[in-house]
């Protein structure tokens, strides 16, 4: 495919500035290289972005306070419905005729590649409900933010439910999250997670709390009591992460076309690449990491894509290994090092001079040596518009930095919400304990967990005189290897570094340390793993 010149470059205005060579942005067309003025971006406002970030933008908190938008891929799929049988997960339907009821409810895969939940409801009996579930799960989903569904339903109301490790008289809770459908339209469904409500049989557990690290089984129930046929086709179960906005509060529906696209309209990012022909190594690297069905979700993207040339620059070896199976882990990093989050034109990524992608670290977007550069890399084209995003061409493949070693400490940090408790590890000197092989199970209270306390007590703990009662309190919360959360039921406590005891029970349907709710388990990290608690923990001696 050939480009044509664009002569708009930059949006920001300058005092003074130099004619220097630059290349221009593309469309259809050809590509060619022209003058243009370079400027130093004065006064710049931030701009506000909704769900469509980059770290170069910010999202407005509903408080009113900004916030930066974490990129991440859009969270990750629970289940698809291919053809091949051998990856489906197992699901049966289960009708109110457990319950003496008479609905009759039916589920069968399509040619298409979706699931049809049909049958007919009937309120005979006291009945009035049908469901389909999945086999045994084992789903770590506590890094994003919801359920993502596409189904195309007949106007009435479902509900997604989900199981984890809550129990209610010895059996599993199921949280639900309803979702209404358009008769005959396709739509894309969210639902955050902190809709999800307790419930067992029909009676409401609102203290109930959904163990998103440990879901066990996903259903689709329906159970409108309004007596009548019913049909729901869905084409995949997917969640979304924490690059995709704040939805907390009530469902979010968006309708989806699956037609073909209108005449004349740009191509959705994979269609663009493929029809332009300098892209098939990257598309087979995609397919190979298993990153292309990403593409085909709702939020837009910028790739920063590198062409076959820029490919055969690395060490034949180097690319062979990295289209192997075993190391699709690395691919996906290097793969997710070319993608930032929301539609970031060349203005924009020379303005914010520095792009979080979404493997976690950040490219540099900058003019050096005449040539607009992508870290060291050459931007051939700028600003492809596509329907989900927009491509800027680079001739060099982009390596992310080393890793950061995992450990409880790097996990924390980047989940956000132990700001407290990490600036105590500090200044309890415990960092480089904590930071060491281990491994370890840390009880990690919130930020708000320390917010509880009474006026005064964190500042108090963080001065120099009270780092001894600082550290007791501290080691309290720590043990030695790796105690699941059935470990710690089964044993009913555990010796801490601090030499207390810390005990586990269940009470009315709640897993506690102490005297604190376990809000989250099983966080791996690294060198050890995280139960997350929503109070601090004092010892006896304290």
Not at 51 to 75: F, I, L, N, Y
Not at 88 to 116: K, P
Request: proline residues 4%; hydrophobic residues 40%; aromatic residues 8%.
């Amino acid at each position: 495919m050939k480009f044509k010149v664009i002569r708009k470059f930059f949006s920001v205005i300058a005092a003074s500035c130099a004619f220097l060579p630059m290349v221009t942005t593309a469309g259809p067309g050809e590509a060619k290289t022209c003058e243009a003025k370079t400027c130093e971006a004065k006064n710049c406002e931030a701009k506000t972005c909704e769900a469509k970030a980059c770290e170069a933008k910010t999202c407005e908190a509903k408080t009113g306070e900004s916030k930066t938008c974490e990129a991440s891929w859009r969270g990750q799929s629970i289940t698809e419905f291919p053809e091949d049988k051998s990856e489906r997960l197992e699901w049966q339907v289960v009708n109110d005729g457990v319950m003496g009821g008479l609905s009759e409810g039916n589920v069968e895969f399509t040619d298409a590649g979706t699931i049809r939940f049909y049958g007919d409801l009937s309120l005979k009996n006291n009945g009035g409900f049908s469901t389909i579930r999945s086999g045994d799960l084992d789903l770590n989903l506590s890094n994003d933010l919801g359920v993502l569904l596409l189904v195309k339903g007949d106007g009435r109301t479902y509900e997604a439910r989900l199981d984890s490790t809550a129990e209610y008289r010895g059996m599993p809770v199921s949280f639900v999250g309803e979702f209404k459908t358009t008769k005959g339209e396709w739509q894309q469904v969210r639902i955050p997670f902190s809709a999800f409500k307790g419930s067992f049989r029909g009676t409401e557990l609102p203290d109930a709390k959904l163990d998103t690290s440990a879901i066990k089984r996903v259903w689709i129930l329906l159970g409108d009591k309004k007596e009548a046929p019913f049909e729901l086709e869905v084409d995949w179960i997917r969640t979304f992460g924490k690059g995709q906005g704040d939805f907390k509060g009530s469902q979010k529906s968006e309708k989806l076309s699956k037609g073909k696209e209108k005449s004349g309209a740009p191509q959705k990012l994979i269609a663009t690449a493929v029809n332009d022909g300098r892209f098939k190594t990257l598309k087979a690297a995609l397919d190979a990491a298993g990153l292309t069905p990403f593409f085909e979700w709702d939020n837009p993207l910028t790739v920063f894509a590198p062409t076959d040339e820029a490919f055969a620059k690395l060490p034949k070896k180097v690319l062979q290994n990295l289209l192997k199976p075993e190391n699709k882990d690395q691919l996906v990093a290097i793969l997710s090092y070319h993608v930032t989050v929301g539609s970031s034109e060349l203005a924009d990524a020379l303005a914010a001079k520095k792009l979080k992608t979404i493997e976690g670290a950040s490219i540099q977007a900058t003019f050096k040596d005449g040539r607009v550069r992508i870290n060291d890399a050459a931007l051939v084209n700028a600003d492809i518009k596509c329907a989900d995003g927009i491509i800027h061409v680079i001739d060099t493949v982009l390596m992310p930095p080393k890793p950061e070693r995992k450990t409880v400490l790097t996990t924390a940090k980047k989940a956000g919400s132990f700001s407290t408790l990490l600036a105590a590890i500090d200044a309890a000197g415990l960092s480089k304990v904590l930071g060491g092989d281990g491994p370890f199970t840390v009880f990690a209270p919130t930020d708000d967990a320390f917010g509880s306390l009474p006026e005064g007590t964190v500042e108090s703990l963080l001065k120099k005189e009270n780092k001894d009662k600082l550290i007791e309190i501290l080691k309290y919360h720590v043990v030695s290897g790796r105690v699941s959360a059935g470990d710690a039921l089964n044993s009913g406590s555990a010796k801490t570094l601090q030499g207390n005891l810390l005990k586990f029970r269940v009470s009315k349907g709640l897993l506690k340390a102490g005297d604190s709710t376990i809000e989250s388990v099983g966080i791996d990290g690294g060198n050890g793993i995280i139960h997350v608690i929503d109070a601090v923990l004092l010892p006896a001696s304290t």
